[in-house]
């Protein structure tokens, strides 16, 4: 390989390895390891392909101000971008987020601009609402919102798909993907309808959220539960999450998710993150299902490196009544 000329030339193109350590039944089970992104995660490309599209239709002028509500990966891939092409980049941000995360932010020269997390849309410190004001107040700023941004799903329209179908040599039978804002499920699905229809687009859904239900059924629920899953799951269907190309979904424990979290690492050496648990423990399920042998690939949405002091951590896990302690005094389950 040849040397690159920036950091954003490594967006994207990232590998897949195939998991023959989990048992997947008569399945052979894929990971796409978008952790392997330069900041860490799939939405390193959406923060390209979203300020890329704004600089073409003149919405982001030079030197210009990039606004969005967000602590998590989507601020950081924002960020890369915005640091290496010289934006201004102010986010919003509830205050319940880690103080590492914030700390990343900073690091890579990003504005933060805390606010409660104790409030909801309407209220005047709501964080996406404060985003939509900061918008109107400053000159030609751009308010990304990736909710609704069409860049969004199109970055995995023309990246994400299309590696995964030339990876697999064609054969691709299922792809397990989870909902945040809907974009990856929803440009990759679009991609596979019209260039592998036989590939069923499954969301991989955590306990308490409505995507799953929401795909199997059409009914939109308003029970909303809680989750420790991060990044995925949600409690209204995004604009960007196009339900017509989700063919099912499949809910999942936090619990079940921290352990093939575990497996993962233990098993194959990759460190995921927690949605990753996620997707993996509902694309395991599938495989082990199947009568047929299938082709399936998971996403490994983002790196565990911001999750240790939790998904991996065995005190964590016991406080969250995820796992049983071992025995009283057990060193291992000590937080150090
Ligand atoms: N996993 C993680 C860790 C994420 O941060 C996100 C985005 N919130 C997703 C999965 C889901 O991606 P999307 O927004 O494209 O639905």
């Known amino acids: 390989m040849t040397a690159c000329s920036s950091v954003l030339d490594l967006i994207g193109n990232t590998p897949l390895v195939e998991l023959r350590n989990l048992d997947a039944g008569p399945c052979r089970l894929f990971a796409k390891l978008e952790s392997q992104n330069p900041g860490g995660s799939v939405k390193d490309r959406i923060g390209l392909s979203m300020i890329e599209a704004a600089e073409r239709d003149g919405r982001l002028k030079p030197g210009g101000t990039l606004i969005e509500a967000t602590a ?118 679009r991609f596979m309808k019209e260039n592998s229809p036989k590939t069923e687009m499954i969301v991989a859904d955590p306990e308490g959220s409505i995507v799953a239900e929401a795909a199997n059924t059409g009914n939109i629920s308003t029970e909303v539960g809680s989750w420790l899953i991060e990044g995925i799951g949600e409690d209204f269907i995004p604009p960007n999450c196009d339900l017509a190309v989700i063919s099912r979904g499949i809910t999942v424990s936090d619990a079940d998710s921290f352990a093939a979290l575990g497996d993962l690492i233990t098993k194959e050496g990759i460190l995921g993150g927690s949605s990753t648990g996620t997707l993996l423990a509902a694309a395991l399920r599938y495989c082990r299902e199947q009568k047929e042998p299938k082709r399936v690939v998971t996403l490994v949405c983002d790196t565990g490196n911001k999750y240790l002091s939790k998904a991996f951590n065995r005190a964590w896990l016991v406080d969250q009544g995820l796992i049983r302690r071992r025995r009283h005094g057990d060193l291992r389950d000590m937080i150090i």
């Open 72 to 189: 998590g990966n989507t601020g950081l891939g924002l960020a890369l971008v915005a640091a290496l092409k010289g934006y201004r980049l102010i986010l919003v941000i509830p205050d319940k987020m880690s103080l590492d995360k914030i700390q990343h932010l900073k690091a890579l020269g990003v504005e933060v601009r805390l606010t409660r997390s104790d409030v909801g849309k309407g209220h005047p410190e709501y964080y996406q609402d404060i985003a939509e004001r900061l918008e109107r107040e400053i000159p030609g700023a751009f308010w990304v919102d990736q909710f609704s941004n069409p860049a969004n799903p199109e970055a995995h329209y023309r990246g994400t798909g299309p590696e995964i179908l030339e990876q697999m040599d064609g054969d691709v039978d299922a792809i397990f993907c989870g909902v945040g804002s809907g974009g990856t499920i929803t440009g990759i699905g």
